[in-house]
């Protein structure tokens, strides 16, 4: 069945969903950035809204409140995330399933920071809220999660932060300090002119904080995680680690223990010592082993994918 | 939604199903071996089933055809593998679903030698088939395809027998012979008395015909794969491989191009290098890359939470 789409974000992520909607079968019928939008309840032209996003750097002459407004079926919320209170992502998606719409999030905000609050508007709506592109981009966590049943999973570790990998990767494989390896990855676009929000690891954190949050039925945010970043990482201890076998990865867990988020000694051939930007999520199950996940945990097609997944869900 | 199982098979994987059902919220009101059966419609007691098992070699003081007769909502077929005509589990799957019953696969023979046959009986039957079990244990490789969209999977390749990579892992990393790392694996129980199945990759080519028959709707059977074991990979072959930071695994693909199972040379720290018994699925995807689902590909337990995944998807 085809859906329309309203999509909010124009960034790498909402572009890429419109441009692959309908490879999925979909009907984008609205799109907003931070200041504009287009809308058509009989479906926009992908290619002219991109164009003209990538021309002019506005999606059309509608405002953010035409977008909300239109016909659709699922919102998908793909603004910046944000901490604390999560807006304006968070009353996006309350007014979408105050509507009774389906809502798909790539945004962690409000699934991160206010997950127990988006559960109960769910409750009182008729649509659902799905939010796989959250954790680790193209990686299947939640929808394996899922499929697994979270009850019988113990635990979930792992690196889910590409741009802090790459950082420490880069140093370890070539013997540079954080200084340089930042300002190269930087170059690549790898990590953003203010790269905080990745090197501090809140974004990992975040994502961890949704995993917990899955896991345990709710009651996480950002303040229950402990979180330590890469910053303060001399590249001598990375040789070091290198003289004993092992390296030093960004390590995330979600365990019975809490949230915890900081660098971490792991074997410099195992399983977590994924390389450049890759992600991977190790689900630690009660009958059957560890279950790992990995690939691409950002981008804006491999992200979109886990939203068009999402969607073709709600069908 | 509890449900009522009939398992049909007192193997390893049977028999865990049977032990962790109750814990899955499910009822195990039939099972059988090879020779006999026992049946309650009431709820069998699984400790006492077991236990008999264990002690006398037998489940029941029924026949087979009684538990196909019991009350269930789903059966579990777990007999061993069988080829061409892939019986007696096909006979069963067709009971089965003549009664517009559920049935879960654990047993490869019917999806991979008969997987058109099957789609046709339950087309005609109120029942569903489900065999995330016969493909990889514990990873749950079906689901994730079903997920992202198999659609949108343009090849599948990896590491399906966990034998076989055994094997291999100890030939390279201990410098020893094939034959004296099998008659080790036989020791420890990694390899069957007859390991011709897992050594001359005819249970790994099974796999990735059904991983084939998902992705293309049908139309294979192992006939159609080009196979290879590795009985005849001499030590010094790995040693050549391992000074050149390489290794060998036996490596399956279904592709566009056809469905192949061989030794193949692969980096020594790559990512389906896996080592020991474990498997690993890469799926290559149009838009996000690759994905990489590694974790226990056999056992008891392991494939069991498989199933009851399976069966818990019914409800």
Do not use: C, W
């Not at 999509?7 to 909607?21: F, I, Q």
């Not at 059309?60 to 919320?77: I, N, T």
């Amino acid at each position: 069945m085809s859906l329309r789409i309203a999509v909010l974000g124009a960034g790498a992520v909402g572009r890429s969903v419109v441009d692959l909607a309908e490879e999925y079968g979909h009907t984008v019928t609205a799109v907003a950035d931070s200041s504009t939008a287009a809308v058509d309840s009989t479906g926009l032209d992908p290619d002219v809204v991109l164009e003209r996003k990538e021309r002019e750097g506005v999606v059309g002459d509608l405002a953010l409140d035409d977008a909300l407004a239109a016909d659709y079926d699922v919102l998908v919320e793909a603004t910046p995330t944000t901490l604390g209170d999560a807006e304006p992502g968070f009353s996006h998606v309350q007014h979408a399933l105050e509507r009774d719409r389906h809502v798909v999030l790539a945004n962690k905000g409000p699934v991160a920071e206010r997950y127990d609050d988006l559960r109960a508007l769910e409750v009182k709506s008729e649509g659902t809220v799905q939010f796989e592109a959250a954790v680790g981009g193209a990686i299947p966590v939640l929808s394996t999660i899922a499929d697994f049943g979270g009850e019988h999973i113990t635990a979930a570790r792992g690196v889910l932060n590409g741009t802090a990998n790459f950082i420490l990767s880069r140093m370890a494989a070539e013997g540079l300090g954080y200084e340089h390896v930042l300002a190269e990855a930087q170059d690549l676009g790898v990590a953003e002119a203010d790269p905080s929000f990745d090197v501090e690891g809140t974004d990992a954190a975040l994502k961890f904080v949704i995993l917990a949050n899955v896991l345990n039925d709710g009651g996480y945010t950002l303040a229950d995680a402990e979180v330590e970043g890469i910053k303060n990482i001399p590249g001598s201890a990375l040789d070091l680690a290198a003289e004993d076998g092992r390296t030093v990865r960004l390590i995330g867990e979600a365990t019975p223990d809490g949230i915890r988020v900081g660098p971490r000694l792991v074997p410099q051939n195992g399983t977590l010592a994924v390389s450049g930007t890759r992600n991977i999520v190790q689900l630690e199950t009660e009958y059957a082993g560890n279950l790992n996940l990995s690939g691409r945990g950002a981008g804006g097609p491999e992200t979109a994918t886990a939203v068009l997944s999402d969607v073709s869900r709600l069908e």
